[in-house]
Every structure is written in structure tokens, then in C-alpha cells.
């Protein structure tokens, strides 16, 4: 899918978000880059494929009126309250950088996207609500060169092929993949489709896409199954299953998402707690360890430590 699509469709997101009231089709042509140019056929057509586009990425799209004594013109829009995420409770740290983050647009496609939809709606006098753009800012940097890529392809239904390296390896392993959307969790963009050699539900971190990203199909040419919501599944397929238990050091301050799904976390002497965390694997263990660098040690299992140490061996440049 071209980048003027994906521009498109966010424009599009914005324009339905950001208005207080409902947006005539005819309103939504004259300020979407885009549907301006069409003829009208070519513009119903487009309207309806791109309405069901973010129906499928999970966007509400709700048809009605301004005026229901007169039933006016219909229109369209995105209500916030069922777009929006629940309240999330972040300690203090937490919500100060998330704040920050709150305020920029860290993806520059976006950015470009948003500035347009805004000026262009307040120009054709409709009355937008600014604030309501803080639902569809990205939390997380969108810096791994496959986002693009990955993103075009999610929108355009198009399958791809790529290399992907397991965390902490540094083999890759060619992945072909029909990509049904993309979710950030823990500071990590990840893509979440089918993945044909697995014949299986799969999720992929995008900053372990090594290479180019490969379109290997025409757009459209797979369907995402009816009622799919892409974060529950992305929850279940990170969901720990937990079999084993690791008895973790940690510094005051660290590892809170660790904490929170820990056993027990008690005190360890002056700055330090021990948490007992439940796991299913250990090299996925390994992959939230050792990002804490030294506000974490594994105390127990071996295994755990191997798999911390393997990964810290990797980064050092002393593989074995």
C-alpha cells in the first residue's frame, strides 16, 4: 500500500475524531487529501473501502445526525469514549514520561498527516476538539525502518516476507507473514497476523525485523477473520502461561512490570528487593532482564542466568 494511502486513512481517523459533531460525506470529500479529486463514483468507492479499513483495524466508525428533529444530512465520527483506552494507573515516574511522550508526534508520516487534517477542517468551518488527538498519539518511538513497511501492508492487506532474529540470537529466521496489525507493549512496536510457516496466530517485535520488509502478494489478497480484535489477541499470545518460578534481585525503582505480575516482592537490604516471577520460558524472561542492565540480577534458576548471560555475551561482542 502507498504512503498516500496510509496518509489517507489517518487524515480520515482525524477528521471523524476531532469533530465535535457529525461530518457529511461531503464534508469529509472536501477536507481528506485524497477524495478531493475524484470523480463521484471513484469517491464512493474509496469512502466505503477505506470504512472498512479502519473498521478492520478497529477504529468505530458511527453514522447520524446533528439534527434529529430534522434529520439533516447524515454524517460520521469517531466517538472518543469508545475509541480511547480505559484509565491506566502508572506510578509517578511512569506517567512524567508518558506525559512528555503525550506531547509529540515521534512518527513523522503521522505528523505530516495530522497538521493537514486539522487546518484543513477548521478552514471548511467545522469545529474540532484538539485534545481529542491525544487517543491516536503514538506512546512509543516508531523508529524501526520495518514500521513503514509493515504499517502499508497491515492497511492494504498485503502478505510479506522478512528475517527475523530471536531475542538475544543472532540467527534469523525468514518469516512469511500476513500482518493483521501492529500494537506497542513495554516500549515495542510489535505486528500481530498469520503466519503461514507456523499455520498459526504469531506476534513479531518490528525491532527484530533484520533487512527489508517484502510484500509477496496484491493488496487485498487476505481477509483478517470477522471479530478479530487485535489487542486481545496480542494479550493472549503474551499472556504467561507460567510453569516455573525465577527468584529475581531488583534495584528500588526498576522492573515494574516485572512487580507487578511477581508472586511475592519483598525487602533485600537498602535499595534492593527480592520478587519471585513467574515464567513459561526462559530466553523470554532473559528478554526482560536484561534491558535493566544492572538494576537486575537473577538469582535463581540456572537456566534463567544462562540465558541473562548468553544475551549480555551477545551485546558485549564475546559470543561463544
Same mark, same amino acid.
Given at each position: ?59 468505530? $466508525? ?10 439533516? +444530512? ?88 522478512? +528475517? ?89 525503582? &526498576? ?28 530466553? &523470554?524472561?532473559? +528478554? ?6 544492572? &538494576?537486575?540480577?537473577? $538469582? ?13 555475551? $551477545? ?6
Amino acid at each position: 500500500m502507498s504512503a498516500r494511502k496510509s496518509e489517507r486513512l489517518m487524515n480520515l481517523v482525524i477528521c471523524l475524531l476531532v469533530a465535535r459533531t457529525y461530518v457529511p460525506k461531503a464534508r469529509i470529500r472536501e477536507v481528506v487529501e485524497g477524495y478531493r479529486d475524484q470523480s463521484d463514483d471513484a469517491f464512493e468507492k474509496m469512502f466505503e473501502r477505506d470504512k472498512e479499513a479502519l473498521k478492520e483495524l478497529g477504529l468505530p $466508525i458511527e453514522l447520524g445526525y446533528n439534527d434529529k428533529a430534522f434529520e439533516d +444530512e447524515p454524517g460520521y465520527r469517531i466517538k472518543r469514549s469508545e475509541f480511547e483506552l480505559p484509565p491506566v494507573m502508572l506510578e509517578a515516574d511512569e506517567a512524567a514520561v508518558v506525559g512528555l511522550a503525550a506531547r509529540v508526534w515521534q512518527h513523522a508520516r503521522l505528523a505530516e498527516a495530522t497538521s493537514s487534517a486539522l487546518v484543513k477542517l477548521r478552514a471548511a468551518g467545522v469545529e474540532v476538539d484538539a485534545d481529542a488527538l491525544a487517543v491516536v498519539e503514538p506512546q512509543v518511538a516508531a523508529d524501526e525502518p520495518a514500521f513503514g513497511p509493515i504499517w502499508d501492508a497491515v492497511v492494504g492487506r498485503i502478505p510479506v516476507v522478512f +528475517e527475523h532474529r530471536r531475542g538475544g540470537m543472532a540467527e534469523t529466521m525468514t518469516r512469511h507473514l500476513e500482518p493483521w496489525g501492529i500494537v506497542s507493549s513495554r516500549g515495542h512496536w510489535y505486528v500481530v497476523g498469520y503466519d503461514r510457516d507456523r499455520a498459526a496466530e504469531r506476534m513479531f517485535r518490528l525491532s527484530r525485523v533484520v533487512g527489508e520488509v517484502v510484500t509477496i502478494g496484491q493488496p487485498g489478497s487476505y481477509k483478517v477473520p470477522d471479530a478479530t480484535d487485535i489487542r486481545q489477541l496480542a494479550a493472549q499470545l503474551t499472556r504467561p502461561n507460567a510453569t516455573s518460578k525465577a527468584v529475581l534481585r531488583l534495584r528500588e525503582g &526498576a522492573a515494574y512490570w516485572l512487580r507487578r505480575r511477581a508472586l511475592s516482592v519483598r525487602p533485600d537490604g537498602p535499595g534492593w528487593d527480592v520478587a519471585d516471577v513467574p515464567y513459561t520460558s526462559a530466553d &523470554a524472561l532473559a +528478554e526482560e532482564v536484561v534491558p535493566l542492565g544492572p &538494576a537486575a540480577v537473577v $538469582i535463581e534458576p540456572d537456566n534463567v542466568r544462562s540465558a541473562v548471560v548468553r544475551r549480555l555475551q $551477545i551485546l558485549a561482542g564475546r559470543t561463544t
